[in-house]
C-alpha cells in the first residue's frame, strides 16, 4: 500500500509537469493550428537560460526564472513571425509548417549547444526531503505542483475575463468567425506564441533542478505536452491539463506491475490507445 | 442622386488562380436592402467575402462610405461598421449564447453601447435571453441563424450582409428570419446586402435585387418585374 501510495504521489507530480508543457503547447496548438514541435528547443533554451543566469552569473533563481521566460516568450514570438506567419500568408497547407517546425527544431537545438555547450548543466538549490506519513517528496515537487496550479488559475481567469483571453477562445473554436467579428488574429497569434512559450519555461527549469538541463531535454517536452494536448482532445486546454495527468498517474502506477525500464513507453501506450479508441480525446470540442 | 454606402466596381474574386466573379458593380444605397440571387456556384458567396475582406479581390475595388477598403482587413471593417453573417451559421458552436454575443461585441468600445445592443438583440430575439446559458452548438438550425444575426448586430453596424440566412431552415422558420430582416432596417437603421436561394420568402423584404450568374450580374434593378415566374426562369 506505501508503495502504491508514494507511485500516485509521483504521479501526480509529474502529472503537473505534463499538464503544464501540456498547456503551453497546446495552448499554441488549439488556437493556431500549428503542430510548433520547436517548442522543445525552446524549453531547453529556457532551461539554459536560467543557468546561465542563476548558475552561471550567480543572480537569484527568481531572476533566472524571470530571464528564462522573457527569452521563451522572445523566442516563441519570434518563431511565429519570421517563420509560421510567412507561412500562412502564403496558404501553405498544414504539413508545410510541420515541417517547417522540425528544421527549426534541429536549428535551435544546434544553437543552444554552440550557445551553451552540449554539457549537462546543473543549479545547486535546496531540495529538502519532506513526509508526509509514508510518501517522501523533494521541495522542487512542490513548486512543480504549485507553479502548475499557479499557472493553470491565472491563465484561466485571463481567458475567461480578459478581452484578449476571450479573443483566444473564440479564435480556438473557429478562426474565420474569429475574423468575421473583427478580431486581429494576428495579434492572437503572436498573443498566444508569446504566452504558450513563456509557460513552458517554468517546466524547463523545474527540469533543470531537478536533473539538470541538456541539449536534447526538448524533445521529451514537446512530445509529453503534445501527448496530454491528443489525450486531453484539442481545442481544450482542460483536456490538456487531464491528458497530462492521467499519462502522468498512468506512468508512474504503472510501474507498480511493469519493469522500470518500460516506463518510458507508458507515454506512447496511452498515446496509441486513445488514437485507436477515442481519437477526438477525453475533452474535444463540440464541433456541430 | 444619394450616395451608395458600399460600392464596388470591377470587383474580380475566386480561389487559387480561378475567377468565381468577373468585374461586378454593386452599389447599396444607405437604409436599403439590397437582394442577391443566384444559383449555388453563382459568385454570390465568393462577392459577399470579397467585400468583407476575407477573400482578396483579384481586381477591382469596393468603397464604404466612399473610402476605398478594397482587400482591407475584415478587423477593420467590422471596427468601421460592416457586419456579416457567412452561410451555415455564424457562431461559436462551443461558447455560450451570452458568450457568443459579447464576442460580437468585440469592437465595441463602448461597454455602455455594447449593453444597450445587447437589450435590443434580446428584445428582437428573446429566446436568446432566455437561453443566455445554453451552449450555442446545442441549439437547433434556426436559433443559431437568429444567434448569428443577434452577433452581427452587437457592434451596431451600419452595413449588414448576410449569407443564405435561410440555408438549412424549415420554411416557417425562414419567414421568421426574413421578417427579423426586415425589422433589423427599421431597428438598427442599417442597411442589408441579402445574398438569397430562397426567392418567395427573400424578395417581398428587398428594395432593390441583383441576379448572378456564372460569376456575372444578370439583372439588377426593381424586385417587381422578378414576380414574374417567366422573368425569373430567364434569369435562371
Known amino acids: 500500500m506505501d508503495l502504491f501510495l508514494q507511485l500516485l504521489a509521483n504521479g501526480l507530480i509529474n502529472g503537473s509537469h505534463y499538464a503544464l508543457l501540456g498547456l503551453g503547447f497546446g495552448l499554441i496548438f488549439s488556437t493556431t493550428r500549428i503542430v510548433h514541435f520547436a517548442y522543445g528547443p525552446i524549453v531547453t533554451f529556457a532551461a539554459y537560460t536560467a543557468w546561465l543566469i542563476s548558475g552561471s552569473m550567480g543572480l537569484p533563481l527568481i531572476v533566472g526564472i524571470a530571464g528564462a521566460v522573457l527569452v521563451a516568450a522572445l523566442l516563441g514570438t519570434g518563431s511565429y513571425l519570421t517563420l509560421y506567419r510567412a507561412l500562412e500568408r502564403n496558404g501553405a497547407p498544414p504539413l508545410i509548417p510541420l515541417i517547417a517546425s522540425l528544421g527549426l527544431t534541429i536549428v535551435l537545438e544546434n544553437l543552444v549547444g554552440v550557445l551553451f555547450g552540449t554539457g549537462v548543466r546543473t543549479l545547486d538549490v535546496d531540495s529538502s526531503v519532506h513526509f508526509l506519513g509514508p510518501v517522501f517528496f523533494t521541495s522542487i515537487h512542490v513548486w512543480q505542483v504549485v507553479s502548475f496550479v499557479v499557472i493553470a488559475v491565472a491563465l484561466g481567469a485571463f481567458l475567461r475575463r480578459t478581452r484578449y483571453g476571450r479573443a483566444i477562445l473564440a479564435m480556438t473554436d473557429d478562426p474565420e468567425m474569429a475574423r468575421v467579428i473583427g478580431i486581429d488574429t494576428l495579434k492572437v497569434s503572436i498573443i498566444v506564441f508569446a504566452l504558450g512559450s513563456a509557460i513552458s519555461a517554468v517546466p524547463a527549469v523545474m527540469v533543470l533542478l531537478k536533473d539538470g538541463a541538456s541539449t536534447h531535454m526538448g524533445f521529451a517536452a514537446v512530445f509529453m505536452g503534445f501527448v496530454a494536448v491528443i489525450v486531453g482532445g484539442v481545442g481544450s486546454l482542460r483536456g490538456a491539463i487531464a491528458g497530462g495527468y492521467l499519462v502522468g498517474l498512468v506512468e508512474s502506477l504503472g510501474l507498480w506491475q511493469i519493469p522500470t525500464e518500460w516506463q518510458g513507453s507508458i507515454s506512447f501506450v496511452v498515446l496509441f490507445l486513445m488514437i485507436m479508441l477515442r481519437p477526438q480525446g477525453l475533452f474535444s470540442m463540440a464541433r456541430k | ?236
Open chain 2, 1 to 236: 442622386m444619394t450616395q451608395p454606402i458600399l460600392e464596388t466596381r470591377g470587383l474580380v474574386a475566386g480561389y487559387g488562380k480561378k475567377q468565381a466573379i468577373h468585374g461586378i458593380d454593386l452599389s447599396l444605397t444607405k437604409g436599403e436592402t439590397l437582394l442577391v440571387l443566384g444559383h449555388n456556384g453563382a459568385g454570390k458567396t465568393t462577392l459577399m467575402r470579397a467585400i468583407f475582406g476575407l477573400n482578396a479581390p483579384m481586381a477591382g475595388t469596393v468603397h464604404y462610405a466612399t473610402r476605398d477598403i478594397t482587400g482591407r482587413n475584415p478587423a477593420i471593417n467590422v471596427a468601421e461598421g460592416i457586419a456579416f453573417v457567412p452561410q451555415g451559421h455564424g457562431i461559436f458552436p462551443s461558447l455560450t449564447v451570452r458568450d457568443n454575443l459579447e464576442l460580437g461585441a468585440f469592437v465595441e468600445p463602448s461597454s455602455e453601447r455594447a449593453r444597450k445592443h445587447l437589450e435590443d438583440v434580446y428584445d428582437m430575439f428573446p429566446i436568446l435571453k432566455d437561453r443566455a446559458g445554453q451552449v450555442a452548438g446545442t441549439f437547433s438550425g434556426g436559433q443559431k441563424q437568429m444567434l448569428a444575426i443577434g452577433m452581427a448586430l452587437m457592434h451596431g453596424p451600419s452595413v449588414l450582409i448576410l449569407d443564405e440566412p435561410s440555408i438549412g431552415l424549415a420554411p416557417n422558420l425562414v419567414g421568421r428570419v426574413m421578417e427579423s430582416i426586415a425589422e433589423i432596417k427599421a431597428r438598427f437603421d442599417a442597411s442589408i446586402v441579402i445574398v438569397e436561394q430562397n426567392i418567395k420568402y427573400s424578395l417581398p423584404i428587398a428594395d432593390r435585387v441583383m441576379v448572378l450568374k456564372t460569376g456575372g450580374v444578370v439583372y439588377a434593378g426593381d424586385p417587381e418585374p422578378l414576380h414574374d415566374h417567366a422573368k425569373l426562369i430567364e434569369f435562371f
